[in-house]
């Protein structure tokens, strides 16, 4: 037996003699524990009945997938209207998604009822996954779609940046790793979990900058790609239950990714100028002041060009040819208006204004934007380049010595916020109870 008081090694699994069974040494001075040697024993044993057992590790496998849950699949004019309710504008990426989704969960609640009857009949037309690609640059709506998509479904949801993941092997995350998020959402039922979404977020830095072939080896682009491949298409995946790196002893949860649908979004800087490229001026036409909306003409002429982005043009751009055919659905956000983020401000179930308006409400005080403050935040919004997403900043920067001293205060009736006041030029107006209303000290 090996000697306790050595730092050794299996030399098989490579466990320490801390993780690892008790193990036996060679004269040579090689290690194996026992449970290698029991491997290496079924190994010798059932050499001859390998066909057999492989088989029975088949079965067992489809055994364990999970069976396909009953979805109730809503129209996509249902799906259509719930996201007006929280997503403002983007009115063709909206119905683009709601049909491609509500194609997708067709098509799975389709082979469920299919399976469920026992029918195999191989002449009948089988629906490919088509998963989805959004273009647009950061605040526009991309990852409050994809989350309002899940909740109208009812699936579980995970979310995933690109630029950590590299391939298998590496230092990074492995992209098996992004299915146990999905499985973790999911509450670890795999049933659920097949028919989830995930979103990856920042697609578009796997991307190769150069068409030359380099001599080195890209894993955390080109490389990520490759690996997402396997599961864009559909596989049954092997995933750690805990994460981390896989090891030969390990146990695995088996998850069917055929019927997760992958929707992946990135800002693409600089596509639009491969657009242009291709297409040339001649596409762009003229257009009156009147038919800009108030917009900058170069804006209008950019969303013009992205409107008409095609797969060569990812190709272009570094997406390896076969990630482009695994997204065949691609989607194109704009940069939101200055009236399209006020509309953001106030329009949606759960805008920022009303659940400032709701913490203010708890306190006894009730809280009001004027129209000049809602432009002047847009504005402030569109100046720093961060969209909708950068609103929550501006109001928490804003709002913070008010929802300081506001709670310490039991004599304040009504808080006022102006143009002025978000541009700094003067301090939020109270309203005390019985009182006049006058500036805060």
Known sequence: ??????????????????????????????????????????????????GETQEAEEQ????????????????????????????????????????????????????????AEGNDDDDDVEIEKSNIMMVGPTGCGKTLLAQTLAKKLDVPF??????????AGYVGEDVENILLRLVQSADYDLSKAQVGIIYVDEIDKTARRTENVSITRDVSGEGVQQALLKIFEGTTANIPPKGGRKHPQQEYLKLDTTNILFI??????????????R????????????????????????????????????????????????????????????????????????????QYKRLFDMEGVSLEFTDGALHALAEKAIRKGTGARGLRAILETLMVNMMYEVPS????????????????????KLQYKGKQARKTA
């Open 264 to 277: 992946c979004a990135g800002a693409f800087v600089g596509l639009d100028s491969i657009v242009h490229r």
């Open 158 to 167: 995970a979310i995933t940046d690109a630029t950590n993941l590299t391939e």
């Open 1 to 50: 037996m090996a000697n306790s008081n050595q730092n050794i090694k299996c030399s098989f699994c490579g466990r320490s003699q801390d993780d690892a069974p008790p193990m036996v040494a060679s004269p040579t001075g090689a290690h194996i524990c026992a449970e290698c040697v029991e491997v290496c024993n079924r190994m010798l044993t059932g050499e001859e009945e390998g």
């Open 60 to 115: 067992e496998q489809t055994q364990e997938t999970a069976e396909i849950p009953e979805l109730a699949v809503p129209k996509p004019n249902e799906i259509k209207n719930y996201l007006d309710d929280y997503v403002v504008g983007q009115e063709d990426v909206k119905r683009t998604l709601s049909v491609a989704v509500h194609n997708h969960y067709k098509r799975v609640q389709h082979k469920r009822e299919m399976g």
């Open 409 to 428: 205060r039991e004599d304040v009736h009504k808080c006022r916020i102006t143009a002025d006041v978000v541009k700094g030029r003067t301090e939020p």
């Open 279 to 354: 297409v040339g001026k001649r596409v762009l036409g003229f257009s009156s002041s009147n038919d800009n909306n108030g917009e900058h003409p170069g804006d209008v002429e950019d969303r013009r060009l992205l409107e008409r982005v095609e797969p060569e043009d990812l190709l272009k751009y570094g997406l390896i040819p076969e990630f482009v055919g695994r997204v065949p659905v691609v989607s194109v956000l704009h940069q939101l208006t200055a009236e399209q983020l006020v509309h953001v401000l106030t329009d949606p179930r759960n805008s920022l204004l009303k």
